[in-house]
Structure formats: C-alpha cells, structure tokens
C-alpha cells in the first residue's frame, strides 16, 4: 500500500468540503477561514494500540470513532463547535489495508456526526503499534469560551452524563464478565457518547462559571477544576448515584469510587452560580434526561478559603492526585 | 515522572504569551484568535524513533528542534507564518526524564525561532518507540496562500535550497563516512533549516504560480506539483549542480539523482511564469544566496499537453514514483 494511494482512497470519501475549508487534503497545509464572530478552538487527543484501546474489545470502527468523540468532547465542553480535523496515523509494517479502511470509516462517521470536516493529516509508518493522533478545530462565538479556571465560593458543581460508565465498562472486559446488566458499561467505554448540544443549550443559558470534560475521570476534573480557579471542592457526603449502584454491585466496587475514579468517560463537569443552581437543574435535567440515559448529577460545591485544588469531603477521601495517569504510575 | 508535574516543568519555560494565545496550555482546548485580514493554515508532521530518527545519530534537542522545522518548512512554502503550535509526546514506560526535557528545549528553541506559541498537546505512553506529533498553526493574508495546484503551461520550475543535501548527510551516516566533505550534508541532516523570510518576500514578489516544500524529496515534489496543477514537467537535462557534485563525487553517488531522491531537505520549490523567470532568479538570488549557501536552481518547465502529473526529461528519467514513501516500500 502506497502513501499516495492511501490518501486518494480516503479523500474519495469525503462529501463536499464546507466554505470554512477553503483548501483540504491535498497540499503542505490546510487552508480555512474562521468566521470573524468567532476564536477557534484546538485540541488534540490519540487513540495509541495498547494504551487506550486493545484489537481485541474494539473494532477498528469503533477505535477511529472513538478518536473523533474524544477530541470533539473537549470543543464541546468549552462551548463551542468542531469545524476541521486533522488525523495522524502510524501503522506498523505490513499492517492490514482492509482494517486502515475500517479505522477511516468510524473517523469519516464521527467527523460527519460532529461536523468536523477531516482537512489533513500524515501517515507514516511506526515501529510500535498503531497509534492515532487527532487534532481538531472548533469555533466558539466570541467571548463565550467556557473555561476551566472560573469556579467562584459558593459554586454549585455537577456532572452532565454518567460517571464511572465507563470505567464500570473497562472493569467489565478486563475481567471478561459479561453480565446483563453491565452491557451498556461496556457500550458506553467502547462507544462514548459527547455533548453536541451542549454548546446551543449554553447559549440560551449560560450560567455556567466553569466547564470541562471528564476524560481522565471525574476525580481528576474536579481537581483541575479546583486547582485552575486556585479553589477547593468540597464533595457532598451522598451524591445520588441510583444510575451506577446497580452496575457498581454487579462489579462488587463503592459506586462513589467508582463515579470518582472514573476514565475514559467523556461527561461534562461544571459550575454554577449558588442562585442560579436550581434553575441549571431544572433546565439541564429536561434537556439531557431525554438523551441517552444522561444524569445531572450534583457532586459538592466550591470553597474559597481551602486549600486551592484540594477536593474533599468528610476526611474520607482526598482526591487530589486520582484518575488516569497516561505517563506516570 | 507525573504527567501534570511535566505539564507543569514545560509551562514553566515558556515565554509570555502573544496576544493571539487567549488561552494556551491548561485547559481542555486553546482559544486562539485569528486575525481578520488573515485566513489559517494548519499541518502537522511527527518524528518517529526508528521512522524518521534514531537516537545514535541525533540528540534529543535536535529531534525537537526538527520537529518545528518539518511543521514550519510546510507554513512558510503556503506564504503564511507560524503562530501556534501543538506537541503529542508518546514515551515508553521509564523513559528518562532528562531526555524529555531536553527534546523540549529543542522544540521551545525551535518554536522561539519561528514564532510559533506552544499552547497545547498531549502527553501519554505508547507499548513503541517515542513519537511526537506536532500541528503547527500559521496565518497567511486573505489571497495570499500559494497552493501546489497553480501551475501552467510555460511555468518555469526552482528549487530554492540544496536538494540533496539532506540525503547526502543521510547516506554518510548509514555509512559512518564522516569525510570533510560530508560535515555540511551531514549538519543539514540533523538540522535542517527553513525559510521565515520567504513569505515576506513573496509578498513583494508576488509572481509564484505554485509552491511546496521538498521533505519527501525534490523528484515527488515535482510529481505532486505536476499531479496537482493537472500538468507534467519537462527536466532540464543539465540543471546547476555545482553545489551537489563535490558530495556526490565522495559518496559516488550521481548528483542529479542524489538532488532528486533526496527527502528531509526542507527546500522550496516553486512555479514561476515564463516572462518573470529572469527577475525570479535575480531576486531571489539576492535574497537567498547570502544565507546559509543556499541556491537557486533552474529544474525545467511546465507542459500543459503531457500526461498529467508526470516528469520526464529526455527519456532516461521518469520519477513519478519518486522520493519518500512513509507508508508502502
């Protein structure tokens, strides 16, 4: 398989590009034009062999699927909207094409599901196993960026979604227990789901102090919530997590842990003004109820005089330091 | 090593940021601003362990020095300037923290050079060797991107640079000939160098058709030139290779060939009307003979009724498939 060849066959899948696209695939760079009433967004996340996922619980569809949902869970979360995405992938010698196909079949689905149109990107080979980098472009309308570092005292903190899914999901496969009630765990962790309402919905509402995406679990979101807005977070003693216990039983693990410790995840986790807490329940919970089984989820509430990015509750758990680690351990 | 306390380390060496940079490292995405009379230019290019470097040949902070290179070689060919840049680390487990930090300073001095802000990236392990990934940001003004596809009938065809050279460093190091006459190739090889002044002189010059950088070497770059723009170009069959012949004659290699093969050259090559020829190489010999011994060279002409995408000279030549091929072989 030719480079060359490679890049025809998935450009000749592509629909018509956008007008923001003024110059695709096909040239040193990417040309695009960002809308004057907007800043643009950038993330980029990998999906590498070994790592974040493993051949043998997920379908090549599935992988490049999911590299779209985790970086277009981060543009979301901000608020804002995908437009362009870039995609780097490394394949092992010999690998096979018939599977590359497939891996641009779930990216090209997610890309048409987000509106990202795919405008670039690299293929070369690696001496590893197959790694996919994405990097994706958003536009969010001028001064309407949802940032991490906003929390206030007194700042009511929820999550949009299901904590510890996932994580209920990845326990589920590691210990090949396939158990009725822990399938849609195990949909969840192979096919998350991300917030392409979110953005619209926040407009019409937008009490939000703070906002990011639980990708490294919630613990670690609350903490880098708390530590970016020089805050701590003191977590209510019981959250109601009727959604996760009867998963969390299956499993024979704390559901609060569970929630917490999380990963792989993709909710939204956010602050709200003390005054303005009841209404974000009300308004959040008719529209992402509907969704897909989604909870709002009320997890504690922001304190000014602690020690900044501490997160803790009764003394029983300082999560300070919890959630995934991609580097270290 | 933590993946938040080495965020940590790299915050803390850079610069402030310019004021395009809303938000950079930190949060779930950047916020950038484009300007208004700007349109954005987006590539990304990685070095690979093994792929695209080895440890016995470079230093850690000429891998990251290269790293910006390879991305800003592809802004610069556009006519645009880099402004923002994106790093994915993947790092085997245990990987010296030492090293880490020293392929940064190679990338923060490279993004120094060229303007370009660090502003966001992921950090995780990968089961291969270390990758990174850079997606490097540039502005070009409105209309004054220079694409691959402008070429026509009569166009004259350059190459600004010394295409070879790169690969002639590369042949000297797979055979450990460290010859007088090889420490230049060689140098160029571990650190190549760009062309920030080209865009502004573009702008003053504003008579290229067509432009591209030559990293998978100058032959493909005249294939894709010549595919893109729908037409074939006809070699010189005598180009100046004054500069390439020496090395060439050392390594015993043919210096037309070596030039063509090439790859990691990072030279320019570019389209220039018939009636602009003689004042392209006046002026641009001005310009880019006093840096860094860099020529430029007349390669041939462009034939609007030949095969589309083909380069052929008198018959001996044929190099459609030339050049570096990441993928296949």
Redesign the interface.
Known sequence: ??????IDRIVSKLPPSPPEI??GI?????????R?SS????????Q?????FRWDWMTPEEVGYRLVVVNAS??Y??G?KPF?A?V?L??PSGFSEATVDKLYDGILAGCLEFGAYL???????????V?L?M?L??M?PKDQ?I???GLVHGDRIYSIGRPGFARAGYLALSRGDFSEKLSEPIATFKRPRTFPSFPSWFLKHPFLSAS??SSDGLGQALSSLAR?SGVSIVLDSAPDLDYLSPVANVLSVDPRKLALEGGEDYDLVVGVSEDKAKEFESVARDLFHDQSHDQVTYWGRVDSSGVAGAVVTDGTYDIW?WGF?????
């Open positions: 398989m030719k480079e060359r060849d490679l003024l110059h096909g040239d040193d760079t990417a040309l695009l034009r960002v004057e800043d643009l967004l950038v993330t980029t996340d990998s590498r062999e070994g790592v974040h981060d543009v979360s901000k804002g362009s870039f780097t490394a394949l405008s670039g990107g690299d293929i070369s080979r690696t001496t590893g196993g790694d980098t990097t472009l958003g969010v960026f940032p991490r570092n990011m995406d970016s330091d680690d991609h580097v270290g351990g």
